[in-house]
């Protein structure tokens, strides 16, 4: 027996750390396995060593100077960031001059639709990526734009909740009319 079919027993490959983030099997569909090729478990790396090693993998593709982007999307990226720039602006407006309340309400839709079309605009942008790669890992980073979306609703509802509630119990305050 070769190298070659050593690595592969039933279909199912050994894939070492570095190349699949734990020290786990892979099957030949990508499906990855509990068990090694030997029937003995394998153990699994905790979250945040993945997490860790993924942000860093990440970090690493960013650096890499082979990878050309297209025009469309450094544009997008600068309007994104310009468009964040201009909703702290507004934000501290808000902050600073909250008399106005025809000010605050113009500045305030105005940057919710600038920010708005600016994420509409980076999404858009990068979801045709999602037909090029097999369907496993289309599916999976389906998965992880949708965890990224609820868990930023998460976010956002709890710490407007956490504004709302300060507000209303701050002195001078809102009168409480719930």
Known sequence: MSDEE???????????????????????NGAESDKSDKGAPVPRKNI?????????????????????????DKTST??????LLCAA????????????RYLC????????F???????????????????IEPRYALICWQLMLGAGVL???YTMNIAFFFFTLYRTMPGGAPSTF
């Open 114 to 132: 600038l920010f708005g079309m600016a994420i509409l605009w980076y999404v858009l942008l990068r979801f045709g990526v999602l037909r090029t």
């Open 78 to 83: 600068i309007f994104l960031f310009l468009a």
């Open 105 to 112: 309400v113009a500045l305030a839709l105005i940057s919710d």
């Open 6 to 28: 050593k690595k592969t027993v039933d279909g199912v490959q050994e894939v070492s750390a570095g190349d699949a983030g734990n020290s786990s099997a892979v099957s030949s």
């Open 48 to 72: 945040f060593e993945i997490s860790v090693e993924t942000i860093s993998y990440i970090e690493k593709a960013e650096r890499d100077k082979t990878i050309h982007y297209r025009n469309r």
């Open 152 to 154: 930023f609703a998460f």
């Open 89 to 100: 602006m507004f934000a501290f407006v808000l902050v600073i001059s909250p008399e106005n």
